[in-house]
């Protein structure tokens, strides 16, 4: 933090009497022709790579391009939703390393992201997802994550507003229960990064796009964008939505189809919501933002698309559902609706690491679950630049698991109905 | 709304997307290469693209048709076992 001043209680109130105008959060620089590594995508993924490659490895010559602005994409679109109570091994200890990063990343990035651990609740309603939530509450326990399956009873005592009775078409049967899941503020999130990124010397340029990568003999030689070409050895394709279109400028065929998800606020009302509440076979999760808006999401659409507007078919189904579970909200209105893009692989894991192209890397594949690992993904894939070697953490998450089969197949992701 | 040619015009919502309707390679000679990329490899275009739909509450027929994978628009549906006469 050499430049900027660092915020505080005392430095917020003496701004907050005096009126004095707040410093600029990061610099608008250069496009310079030549850096060590160059990012593609400035959301939460590119940017966090770029900040652990500065603050974990000392690597500074660090260019991150985005076509718009910072965090305009998936980073913020999402539901903001924390957890790390996956099903695979792979996966719970991929998330739960990236839960332990947003634990202290306020204090790190010296940025108020706003982490509230609610605690997460995810209902099953048929016998087959009560049988998948015991499965996957053994592997979390196994993987020392707090996480439990619990009875009607005690989710009425959780989220009383939850019709727990046998009325409705998808009684609640039970719940898996997980204390350290919760909600962010996504933007916060991009902001502190980007923040302490630019402070180590990392270029941010938005309004950056990158229309061609350049490969001489196997190699990545460095990208062509709207603003000039620039050199370097190694680029990282952080980018979602757009990640195969971007992999395809390197001849890098990928497993990924991109499906909306659309997700939707209501009008605030009081606080009364203190538990992150999902439901796989409604396909809906609720939670309540600090200003007292209920926050929804679905699955994804059930067509691939490029298309960010929303349907009424989500308005529809999305309220028919949440009503189910809390009749008590019918009054309530939806304020707007707003759809990201998700790019799905076959078995619901990321692609993490080397592709066919030497120094073209990719952290791709994030469907539903990108904003949550965005900082043990940052982690790792600065770490594979700096050391040249693999982190164990994603060893599993390859590009050549597709050739081997050796899928990983998350069966706890957001979009799976079980 | 898409027009099935067996059924006429129809909410959208009555047909199911069914994949990008990409050539499968014969097991028997396909190298393990080939049958990789048949099964996981997708083009995920983002502009005008032809792909597999099929009516899936009305005729059940499978039908090739052309979206673009940016506004949604859906402009020629042919039936995969032929339109009618």
Partial sequence: MSRLPRYSAVGLLRR???GRRWPVVWRHRDLEPSYD????GGGVHGL?????????????????????????????????IIRSNYLTPEGVRFYDRSLKLYETLAQDLNYNVMFSQRGHLTLAHTDAALRTMRWRAEVNKLERIDSEVIGPADIAGLVPELDVSSHPRYPVLGGLFHPPGGIIR???????????????????????????IDVEAGRVRGV??????????????????????????????VPITTYPLQAAVTEPVRPFLHTVVVSGTLHVYVSQTDRGELVFGAATDPYPSYSTRGTLEFTESVAAHVLELMPSLAPLRVLRQWAGLCDMTPDFSPIMGRTPVEGFLVDIGWGTYGFKAAPVAGETMAELIATDRVPKLIRAFDLDRFADGRLVGERGAAAVGH | MITCPWCGSRDTSEFAYAGEGNPRPD????????????????????GWTTELWRHRIGCG????????????????ARAVGGDPA
């Fill in chain 1, 48 to 80: 966090a790579t770029a900040y652990s490659l500065a603050k974990n490895h000392g690597i500074t010559r660090v260019a991150v391009l985005e076509r718009a602005y910072l965090g305009s994409g998936g980073s913020g679109r999402n539901t903001a």
């Fill in chain 1, 224 to 253: 062509r964008t709207n603003r000039g070409s620039i050199t370097a050895p190694v680029v990282v394709n952080c980018t979602a939505g757009w990640s195969s279109l971007v992999c395809d400028l390197a001849g890098v065929a």
């Fill in chain 1, 186 to 212: 996504h933007d916060a999130v991009v902001w502190g990064y980007a923040r302490a990124a630019d402070a180590l010397g990392v270029a941010l340029h938005q309004q950056t796009e990158v229309t061609g």
């Fill in chain 1, 37 to 40: 590594v160059i990012v593609i």
């Fill in chain 2, 27 to 46: 097991p028997a000679t396909a190298s393990p290469e080939a049958w990789r990329r048949y099964l996981y490899v997708r083009r995920n275009p983002d």
């Fill in chain 2, 61 to 76: 027929t499978y039908l090739r048709l052309e979206r673009h994978r940016t506004t949604d628009e859906v402009r020629l």
């Fill in chain 1, 16 to 18: 907050g009497v005096t």
